[in-house]
């Protein structure tokens, strides 16, 4: 591969500002990007995918960079694509309720559009201002409101990609219900950037509540808490997150439950009504908050899964499991980093199984930890961890289903290998 030549076809594609030589701040583990490129259209996108596919050279598409920590690195030499300035609205109807965006626009951004019209997207994510709607849709980041919304694939109603050749396809379209058959954009959910690059996405949305609240609820140990959120999934109440908070400051306490309510505001006084009144028999403690303060409160809690920023001994996992069995593996995680001495903070979703644990230390007390974390959850998936274990962990758990399904669509969509090549498991011998 002549370098040089490359550089020169892509400058004459997107413009000689947009290709430049990578910064320390586009290294994926430490492995640097021979180029890092910045289209600024679809064609430009499609005109840029095809020039790399025809070398071939791997492509590493990159957003607000903030879950490039997620998986594996790189497996060869790579050019980062990014889609800082893909960033705008492209279809915006607000009576329809619907919208048209492109990758590269932010979470927070396209947050800030909707509000004007009293509308939402209800898609959380840690680092808003950074993370863009392609990195979401890529890493399948979920938020504490998917208890109440959905997530993002019950919201997404229609996706446009460049594939590994640079054609562009799409799935889906503009209005809720039109998809017959076999929903082809759910594949690019959570697929890493390995079946083809996110150009612009479609989404439903959601009218802004008019009232909103929050409920946190502490104890000095977890057993009052469990028996509030079960108290809260027998009951009628349908508050739209309910978020177990351990080891982490903002709680107040060693641990707690955040409970958001949201909707007309008799249905939130309820909420806050009932939820203070089962903290009590639970033998919690409960705080209405309101305001800034609910909107702060939150904002934390969203930020806690981040990788964008971590210290050299930073490990973090996602755990999936059963909503039941959401405790015991909490309380096997507990056990483990005691044993191993480390400090744990963790953020849970209590009521659909889903966890984001963050825990600091030794190369040896972290392998210690994450074996024991496998052995109670199996489909725990590393978002970070500290170069020295990121050959030796499996990033992607001890059990993973339908692997020889995923190879082969990686293998229809993506046969020559060239996104983000070693990165997801369908790029793992």
């Keep these: 591969m002549n370098l040089a030549v490359l550089r020169a076809d892509l400058a004459a594609i997107i413009g000689e500002q947009y290709v430049s030589e990578p910064a320390a701040d586009r290294q994926i583990y430490g492995r640097t990007p021979l180029l890092v490129v910045c289209p600024g259209s679809l064609e430009e996108l499609a005109q840029t995918v095809a020039r790399l596919a025809a070398e071939p050279v791997a492509i590493v598409p990159w957003g607000g960079g903030t879950k490039q920590t997620w998986g594996y690195p790189p497996s060869r030499p790579f050019v980062v694509v990014e889609t800082s300035r893909l960033n705008r609205i492209l279809d915006y109807t607000p009576d329809d309720l619907t919208i048209s965006v492109e990758a590269g626009m932010t979470l927070g951004a396209l947050s800030a559009a909707l509000a004007a019209n009293g509308q939402m997207l209800p898609l959380d994510g840690p680092l808003p201002a950074q993370a863009t709607i392609g990195g979401l849709l890529a890493t399948a980041m979920d938020g504490p409101r ?3 919304y959905g997530s993002a694939r019950d919201l997404l ?3 446009r990609v460049v594939e590994a050749t640079g054609r562009v396809s799409k799935a889906g379209g503009m209005v809720v219900k039109n998809v017959s058959g076999f929903d082809m954009m759910k594949l690019y959910l959570g697929s890493f950037g390995t079946l083809a690059m996110i150009a612009s996405a479609n989404f439903k ?3 802004q509540p008019r009232a909103a ?3 946190l609820c502490r104890a000095q140990t977890p057993a009052p808490l469990w028996k509030l959120v079960n108290a809260i999934a027998a009951s009628q109440l349908v508050p739209v997150a309910v978020e177990y ?3 982490l400051a903002l709680a107040g306490a060693p641990f707690a439950v955040a409970v958001r309510s949201e909707g007309l505001p008799a249905a939130v006084e309820r909420h806050v009504r009932d939820v203070s ?3 009590q028999q639970a033998g919690a403690s409960a705080e209405p908050l309101r305001g800034a303060d609910h909107e702060q409160l939150w904002a934390a809690i969203n930020d806690v ?4 920023t971590l210290a050299a001994d930073d490990l973090v996992a996602r755990v999936t499991c059963l909503p039941a069995e959401l405790s015991n593996v909490l309380a096997a995680a507990r056990a483990a980093a005691q044993r191993a001495h480390l400090p744990m903070q963790a953020t849970a979703r209590a009521l659909n199984g889903v966890a984001y644990l963050r825990v600091r230390g030794s190369t040896e007390a972290l392998r210690e930890w994450h074996a024991a974390l496998l052995k109670a959850a199996p489909q725990t998936t590393l978002l970070a961890t500290p170069s020295a274990l990121l050959a030796e962990l499996p990033a992607f758990g001890a059990q993973i289903a339908n692997l020889d399904l995923m190879r082969r669509i990686k293998q229809e969509f993506d046969p020559n290998d060239l996104l983000n090549p070693g990165r997801f498991v369908v790029g793992q011998v």
């Design 146 to 148: 998917r208890l109440g």
């Design 205 to 207: 949305l959601i009218p």
């Design 245 to 247: 908070l351990e080891g």
């Design 305 to 308: 899964p981040q990788t964008a």
């Design 157 to 159: 109603i229609g996706i």
């Design 213 to 215: 609240a929050s409920i």
């Design 277 to 279: 009144a089962f903290a």
